[in-house]
């Protein structure tokens, strides 16, 4: 045991320290980031906002409306699929141990898509909130079996990254087919109603909307949280997970849940908007490192922040037309989607 | 009180990797596994270890299947270094080791195994910017964390490695093999495959050979690995057999 380390041996490059408190400091002030903006962007729209419409008496005044009825539901509603988008691509980073996964690409939010298109040709419209229920429930069997299908795979194939993007290609491309042959059954209304969800909007947002979605989103993000050092440990690979007590499959069936519940419910309102799941963990491992433990936390607020940002653009650039927010997203997501791809290419 | 195994077999895809191997390992033994590439020597480990469950026999832990402990109670009392490569994330080498505590690790504990090879300086570094070796150093370190609470109560456990001199210089090579037989003076079982035969004559109590995925020769290192086994076992040319054999005459010395 006295053997000693050749002196020529000595580290070289890049040494690291980090510590709970950046961490710490980064969500408290992406939290504040976020509050600002959700102030900052009520204002800003095609019809302008005054100071006194915040107050609460307001509320009914038919001249603050538009900042109750249409613009704050809209915001909250961005930030809320933001952190679902968010922490959904950092759960399943991590399930695949791969910083390229990400709901859209691997074909599960186009899933989810899907079966709402089918839901929504089969189940009447005038079924209220069991109507909004039923979409989730759709959304999520959809995210769910693409899930599956994706993580299956990846296993028979030993988990490459080149393997698990060309699977979702193939997804895409079924479910993208999928839509369009529906298209051609559904009446003018339904086709409306499609096209919303394969496009992705927060156009249209509704506070009952918001209930539902946080009513499946906080506590599977919550849950999500509670599993952040298994996740961890599960990156050494499944056997030395397993040989420190984990149990793999266990966990790994739980993380593809809820992640799946997560998409889901972000499909069910907004439709499917891409590369958010893909940008924020990235960007956020470079801030506090890939400990899920804050991942998962931060991801959510930055997605929120994110998708906040985007849809603000959306709405402001062309008004008082606006455009649909994952054109905003792909646009920001694409190139540096191109980017990861070309300095993990190594890898491939 | 050791870990007997008894009769294994195993298939994989109708293939058959190991077939009836018994044997038993003992506290306070440092147990070399070895045999050419494809004998079943990894295969065997994991069964021993309780990754895989073995398709006809059985393996018993004081008395008990091995199968009937949970994965919680199994990982307090024994610990394993595969060969997987997986990390992709930056993390640090704290975050790698401290994966290895089944609690919350402290720094202490954390520099205090990285410590045994002179890796403490490492501690600050990513993970993904050091050298194979460097990174198999640091694996090592996040077993040892995880049977530290066992050494510190000196309540003996087992560790079992999978070619763990993968990668390593010479310096290390002999560093880990020291350490191991310190672990082994003080109670500890210790299963590993190996390579290096030179080094598994001079550390090993016990040498396991495999061939075909069967147990073809055990015993104790002077005993087991001699000319014949290079011969017939590894089928080593006349000259590199020639060679090997002063080698292990040295070492023997």
Redesign the interface.
Known sequence: ??????PK???S??????HPNAAYRVLGLLMACLLAALMLAAFVGAASVEWQHWQWRAWQNPEAAILWHIRLPRLCLAAIVGAGLGASGAAMQGLF???LADPGLLGIANGAALAVAISLIAIPSSWGLLGLYSISIAAFSGGLICCIVIFLFARRSG?GVAALLLAGLAINALCGAAIGFLTYLSDDQQLRSLSFWTMGSLGGALWTQIAVCCSVLIPALLLLTRSARQL??L??????A??????PRQLQRRTVILAALIVGSCVAVSGVIGFVGLLVPHLL??LI???HRWLLPGSALLGALLLLAADTLARTVVAPAELPVGVITSLLGAPYFLYLLISQGR?L | MSLLAERLGWAQKGKHILNDVSGELAPGTLLAIVGPNGAGKSSLLHLLAGGERPDTGTVSLDGQLLSTYSAASLARRRAVLTQEQSLLFPFTVRDVVAMGSLLAANDEDIEHCLQYFSAAELINRQYLSLSGGERQRVQIARVLLQLLPSLKAGDPAYLFLDEPLNALDLNHQFALMALLESLRDRGFAIACVIHDLVLAHRFADQVWVLSNGRLVAQGGAAAVINERLLDEVFMLPAQPRKVMASLLDCAAR
């Open positions: 045991m006295h053997y000693t380390a050749n041996m000595m580290p490059a890049i040494t690291e320290t980090r141990r791969n910083p988990g961890d440990v990156q050494l690979g499944d056997r030395s397993e040989y420190l007590g984990i149990d491992r470079m490192g890939p400990q890898r």
